[in-house]
Structures are given as structure tokens and as C-alpha cells.
């Protein structure tokens, strides 16, 4: 399973790269820091799965890339992150495509056990 990674935090980056490429048969083909970058890349890779922040460098959003990215490319799951993970949020990412939503403060290992049974073919 080839996942893409988007995250304008270098340390949090790093941190979700190292567990996300330590998951068994899953392996990370791209990362981005600005939703530019990353809908540039997500559509040149076309990747399994991406999990994609919220918050993004500049004036973008996670959002911005789920509504340029799904239409082209509705077969790639995006799992969202945030710190602001209030229902308004995780509805809009739902409404836009998302297969789940988690808070990025206190959800990383719920992000790990739902990406490691996706790349283990349970979901």
C-alpha cells in the first residue's frame, strides 16, 4: 500500500513518516507541506491512501486538496488530521470525501491501527 503524507509541521512530519514507514506493507512515496505541492504529487503518484493535515503552509487547507484531488482521483482514501477537530470540521471533511477524521493532539495511534489494518487489507 503507497501512502502520501501532508504536513506543514517538520517535527510532526517526521514523527508521522517514521510511523507510517514502519507499518507492514505500507510504504511512503511522497510528502508535502503546502496543498499546491501536495495535489501536484498526489496526482502524479496516485497513491493508496494519504493522510493529509488540516492546517497547511500559506493560505490552504487540507480541504483545498481533498476538493481538487477527489474528482480526479476518487479510488485514493484521505485520512484527515487536525488540532481542530470539532464536528464542523470532521463533517466537512466527511462531506468532502474523507474516510475518517482524527485529532492530531491525542489520535496518532488510532492513526496507526487504522492505516496499519487498511495496508493489512481489512478496511
Known sequence: MEIFLVEDSVPVRARLAAMLDAIPGARLIGEAADADTAIRDILATRPD??????????????FDVLRAVRPQAPEIDFYMLS??????????????GACQFFDKSCEFDVVRAVITQRAAGKQ
Not at 49 to 62: I, K, M, N, P
Not at 88 to 93: H, I, S, T
Open 49 to 62: 491512501v494519504v493522510v493529509l493535515d488540516l492546517g497547511l503552509a500559506g493560505s490552504t487547507s487540507g
Open 83 to 96: 488540532n481542530f477537530a470539532a464536528d464542523p470540521y470532521r463533517q466537512l471533511a466527511e462531506r468532502l
